[in-house]
Nanobody, 128 residues
Framework: EVHVAESGGGLVQPGGSLRLSCVAS???????????YAWFRQAPGKEREGVSC????????SYADSVKGRFTISKDNAKNTVYLQMNSLKPEDTGFYFC??????????????????WGQGTQVTVSS
């Protein structure tokens, strides 16, 4: 079973940038290249929402409308790490950001129910 761990959250002013990292590991040594990864976020009192996804197959990506043009998801297979570069941050981007993985190489989804391996999350706060 794959395990993921997020890092990189923090406090940033509106208009600023942050880069989140998600490191994946698998105890049995099975390659992680066949997993699709996604970022989700959850603000207090709100449901968890999909932010971005990157598939194992051909690196297809998907973004929520609210982050298109500002966020970029990428993956470094050699480092088993998925990144979320967040630029032009807004106060409404504040929330707890989670990384998730699914063992489906061609999956492109922002639906939380499609992912079964979740990290503990990292807090992102955008405030002046």
């Amino acid at each position: 079973e794959v395990h993921v761990a997020e890092s990189g959250g923090g406090l940033v002013q509106p208009g600023g940038s942050l880069r989140l990292s998600c490191v994946a590991s698998e105890a049995s040594g099975f390659t992680l290249d066949y997993y699709t990864y996604a970022w989700f976020r959850q603000a207090p009192g709100k449901e968890r929402e999909g932010v971005s996804c990157i598939s194992a197959s051909d690196g297809w990506t998907s973004y929520a409308d609210s982050v298109k043009g500002r966020f970029t998801i990428s993956k470094d297979n050699a480092k088993n790490t998925v990144y979320l570069q967040m630029n032009s941050l807004k106060p409404e981007d504040t929330g707890f950001y989670f990384c998730a993985a699914a063992p489906h190489a061609e999956l492109v989804s922002l639906n939380p129910v499609d992912f079964h391996n979740w990290g503990q999350g990292t807090q992102v706060t955008v405030s002046s």
